[in-house]
């Protein structure tokens, strides 16, 4: 049954993830376990296969909406077994102020929601007190900021500075990403995570949530 | 009357951009997804790894009216407006059948006739050289950069990077820096053709964030002019805004040349190499009838590794430039952008596959782009001198023939076109003596070495 809701996921088919989570509650599955080890587990080989190419973006936006139907099923009961079990983190992600390629960002944010963050997408060419001010509102743990352009990476410095500035920093864990952004560079702003492409993305959020308490 | 035509039609695309039907974003974005596939489909068009220059003329002239049904179910989007801008066939077909087979790009002895090729066409491709756009030390190095494409004797007009800084400033967008990075950059591209003895060069482009700051670069005395163009982007997919119909209604004014630029990702919202070609040709056309362009810069990016030199780039380029070219008088320019950077024979290698399928499929040149275009300063005039010397020598080959060096020569590099393994190469400042801006013997010597493996397949440089 966990195999059926993976498989669901992978193929992109919602009405047969409804069904296969449908299945999962009725056949006594652990609604947790059908979220961790069925639907995620599917999600995660769609992020890898999109990393080597074997499928396309369109596939992995269609496995996104099966893995959207399927949670609209077992979530809901995880919560009524457990409502702790499934806090979810929160990321305010954007393409920085004065740029405005979205696709990557796009991609990255699509994988982290399919991946089980709570996304707050604010879209591009946001300035970086917007993003700061919707993180403090929905007392978010990560700020991605995604920039394709060199002529918008010192808005990525001016975010972390204006953080410290306003006493915030301890606050969030800062990830950057896109085109001409570095690892090097992201340590150098002093930003605390960086990623090159969607599924690292994924990863290294759930390691800096282990390794770095926002508070 | 062309101008009346001209004037006439941008009234008429921003009433569009202002009252067509509204839609989200990204409920566009779903729609082409889902169209594009589907329309793939109905024209029964198939990708093959073993054929990277197809012949089958009926797939080809399938792909132009999967691309024109695509553009005429979806329109053009406009951002600012989240309105459509629709258009209609007899429109589309009027505008193709109306351009003109030739521009002259440049001024005087220095200029160069850049001609509608077409399929296995002998016409040799004009080359659109330069940085494209990617990261260059500001000052002398811009200069000599620029400097080095310009004096390579086939070239046929330089275009620009991208600065970090000016005078020492870090850029950012919408700032008085940005503008003074326009003026400056143009009068920098002025004194390298100058330099190289070709004040009357054809310059592309000035690449610059803002729309509104692009303009400051118009300036008969020290920017760019009339005999000149720049890069006007379409918003990936099939999108565009207010801000560039603006610079597009003052270009077409100041009179220089408007090149449609478009960066389609394969692999993107548009799937796969068929879905993406279908989706390239609908935006040339949209970049015909709503940009009133000259020409067309087709720069296809890998969602992943950033290039377009792989196989699946290359087919998608040449079914894209036949289906043009034998359907249309849409001058579509492919710019080349490779994996590995300069320095490197890897380089020279994709940039010679690239020049010879956009050769043979009825394309003029761009480029070259390196390293996906990430890496500062990894760029000069051998690797554009490579893509123009590779598509002249192809041009008037049959496709069989093309074929057959595809076949032997993409297995030298392909298994390192994933961005993370393929070689990043050096700098121009360490393969070029910046006084004169020439070459050293290392970069050189690759260069032959190339040319002679080529010889040995059957392409004599
Ligand atoms: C597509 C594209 C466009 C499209 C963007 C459409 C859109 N909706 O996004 C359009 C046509 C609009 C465009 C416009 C321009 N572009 Co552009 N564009 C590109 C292109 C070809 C591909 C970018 C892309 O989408 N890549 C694919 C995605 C999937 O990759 P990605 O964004 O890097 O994202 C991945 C990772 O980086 C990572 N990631 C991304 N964000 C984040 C965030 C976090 C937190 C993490 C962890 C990870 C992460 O995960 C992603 C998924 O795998 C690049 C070329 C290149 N080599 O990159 C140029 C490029 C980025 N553009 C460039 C330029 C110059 C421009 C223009 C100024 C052109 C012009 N003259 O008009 C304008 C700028 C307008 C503006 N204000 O922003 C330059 C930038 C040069 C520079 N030094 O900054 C490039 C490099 C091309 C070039 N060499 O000229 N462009």
């Known amino acids: ?64 909406e099966a893995m959207k139907a399927a949670l609209a099923i077992l979530e809901p009961a995880a919560l009524k077994k457990d409502s702790t079990s499934i806090k979810k983190s929160k990321v305010v992600i954007a393409t920085i102020a004065g740029d405005i390629h979205d696709i990557g960002k796009n991609i990255v944010s699509l994988l982290m929601r399919a991946n089980g963050f709570e996304i707050y997408d604010l879209g591009r060419d946001v300035p970086i007190d917007a993003m700061i001010s919707k993180a403090m509102d929905v007392n978010a743990e990560i700020i991605a900021a995604s920039t394709l352009l060199s002529t918008s990476m010192p808005y990525m410095e001016d975010m972390i500075a204006l953080l410290k500035e306003r006493g915030l920093r301890g606050k969030f864990i800062i990830m950057v990403g896109g085109g001409p952004v570095t690892k090097e560079w992201a340590t150098s702003i002093g930003a605390d995570g960086y990623g090159d492409d969607g599924d690292e993305a994924v990863k290294v959020a759930y390691e800096l949530l282990q390794r770095v308490k926002p508070n | 009357m062309v101008t009346r035509m001209q004037s006439y039609r941008m009234d008429d695309m921003t009433k569009r951009a202002l009252e067509g039907p509204y839609m989200e974003e990204a409920d566009f974005d779903l729609k082409l997804i889902k169209r594009t596939k589907e329309i793939v489909k109905e024209h029964g068009i198939r990708f093959d790894p073993q054929v990277i220059i197809p012949t089958d003329d009926t797939m080809v002239d399938e792909v132009f009216n999967a691309g024109r049904q695509l553009l005429l179910e979806l329109g053009f989007y406009c951002q600012t407006t989240k309105r459509i801008i629709k258009l209609e066939e007899w429109e589309i077909n009027q505008v193709i059948r109306s351009l003109p087979t030739a521009w002259t790009l440049g001024e005087g002895k220095d200029s160069v006739v850049m001609h509608m090729r077409r399929v296995e066409d002998p016409t040799p491709p004009v080359i659109h050289a330069g940085p494209t756009g990617t990261l260059t030390t500001e000052g002398d190095v811009y200069v000599k950069t620029l400097r080095s494409y310009a004096q390579e004797p086939s070239i046929d007009s330089v275009g620009a990077g991208t600065l970090a800084t000016i005078d020492g400033f870090r850029i950012r967008k919408g700032t008085p820096q940005e503008y003074r990075a326009a003026k400056t950059l143009a009068g920098w591209a002025r004194d390298a053709i100058t330099q190289a003895g070709r004040p009357g060069m054809h310059i592309n482009d000035v690449a610059v964030v ?12 020290h920017g760019l002019r009339p005999t000149d163009g720049m890069l006007v982007a379409q918003m990936i997919e099939l999108k565009t805004s207010l801000a560039h119909l603006s610079l597009i209604e003052h270009m077409l004014s100041y009179g220089c040349f408007v090149g449609n630029l478009m960066t389609p990702i394969l692999g993107g919202y548009s799937g796969g190499p068929e879905g993406t070609a279908i989706c390239t040709v609908a935006e040339h056309l949209a970049g015909a009838v709503c940009y009133n362009a000259s020409y067309h810069y087709l720069s296809l990016t890998n969602v992943r590794n950033l290039n377009g030199t792989d196989r699946l780039g290359l087919w998608t380029i040449s079914i894209v430039g036949q289906s043009l070219a034998r359907n249309s008088n849409l001058m579509s320019i492919y710019d080349c952008y490779c994996a590995a950077g300069p320095g490197e024979e890897m380089l020279l290698r994709e940039a010679a596959a690239g020049g010879v399928t956009a050769s043979v499929s009825g394309m003029n040149l761009m480029g070259c782009g390196s390293c996906g275009g990430k890496l500062q300063d990894h760029l000069t005039g051998v690797e554009a001198r490579m893509l123009k010397e590779a598509g002249v020598a192809a041009a008037g080959m049959n496709r069989e023939e093309a074929n ?13 076109v994933d961005i993370s393994k393929s070689p990043k190469g050096k700098t121009f400042q360490e393969l070029y003596s910046l006084s004169a801006a020439k070459p050293n013997k290392e970069w050189e010597d690759k260069y032959r070495k190339v040319i002679g493996e080529m010889a040995a397949l059957g392409i004599e440089i």
């Open chain 1, 1 to 64: 049954m966990l195999d059926d809701l993976a498989n669901s996921v992978i193929s992109g088919d919602a009405n047969r993830a409804a069904e296969a989570a449908k299945n999962a509650l009725t056949g006594g599955v652990d609604p947790l376990n059908a979220i961790t080890n069925g639907l995620n587990r599917g999600m995660k080989q769609v992020g890898e296969d999109f990393s080597k190419l074997k499928v396309y973006l369109p596939e992995v936006m269609m496995a996104a």
């Open chain 2, 210 to 221: 803002s729309p509104e700051a692009k303009i400051c670069a118009l300036s008969p005395e």
């Open chain 2, 404 to 416: 057959g060096f595809l076949r032997q020569w993409l297995p030298l590099y392909e298994g390192m």
